[in-house]
């Protein structure tokens, strides 16, 4: 292999360790699809994980543990649960360029067999509307394939410094790190004991 070729790949490891991204996940930015429509954004992203659904399930409902998939929530709390719906207010601290504001998004989740679905409640949210759909199945290797999609439209003002490009790069980055932490987090978590003589 050419010495250029090799500087190249060293280099391109080193700017992954020093953003701090883990170069062993398959994942990639462009695997996230991100589409704008009027004030929303709607994101799409599928891949796949070496723990079980149970596993992947335990980590996307921890709401104890809200730092778990991204250091952006500050705050989790479970509001009420009533007919199946567990009501879910976060606290968010976001920073898109030089612009950050504190920001509080409420949810309706449910979860069905490896299905989650979590509403956002507008009058308790700086949200006009939106959900997020997590699919969880099981895959052939015997881990998950996870299929993800949301759709938010932001109810507060945006500098318009701040523009489409960089909401929808910032929006890219959480995603992405918050797949990378599902994977760590879920292969952490313990295999509930009603599936470990499956």
């Not at 009420?80 to 360029?97: A, D, L, P």
């Not at 979590?118 to 199945?137: N, Q």
Request: proline share 5%.
């Amino acid at each position: 292999m050419p010495l250029d070729e090799n500087r190249g790949k060293r280099t391109v490891v080193l700017l992954l360790v020093l953003v701090g991204v883990n170069y062993s996940v398959a994942l990639d930015l462009d695997d996230i699809h991100i589409t704008v429509e009027g004030r929303a954004y709607h994101a799409q992203l599928s891949f796949d994980v070496t723990s079980s659904v149970d596993q992947v399930t335990a980590v996307l409902t921890d709401y104890d543990h809200p730092d778990r998939l991204t250091p952006d929530v500050t705050n989790r709390a479970v509001v009420s649960r009533q007919n199946g719906i567990t009501r879910v207010r976060t606290e968010i601290h976001s920073c898109v360029v030089l612009f950050c504001k504190d920001l509080t998004l409420t949810q309706d989740v449910t979860v069905v067999a490896g299905t989650i679905q979590a509403d956002i409640v507008p009058e308790e949210s700086d949200f006009r509307r939106g959900y997020v759909h997590w699919l969880v199945t099981s895959s052939t290797s015997g881990g998950s394939h996870i299929r993800y999609e949301s759709v938010i439209e932001p109810d507060f003002f945006i500098p318009p410094l701040i523009g489409r490009y960089f909401i929808r790069k910032r929006l890219r980055q959480q995603i992405f790190a918050t797949a990378e932490n599902l994977e760590r987090e879920a292969a952490r978590t313990p295999v509930p004991l009603a599936n470990q003589d499956r």
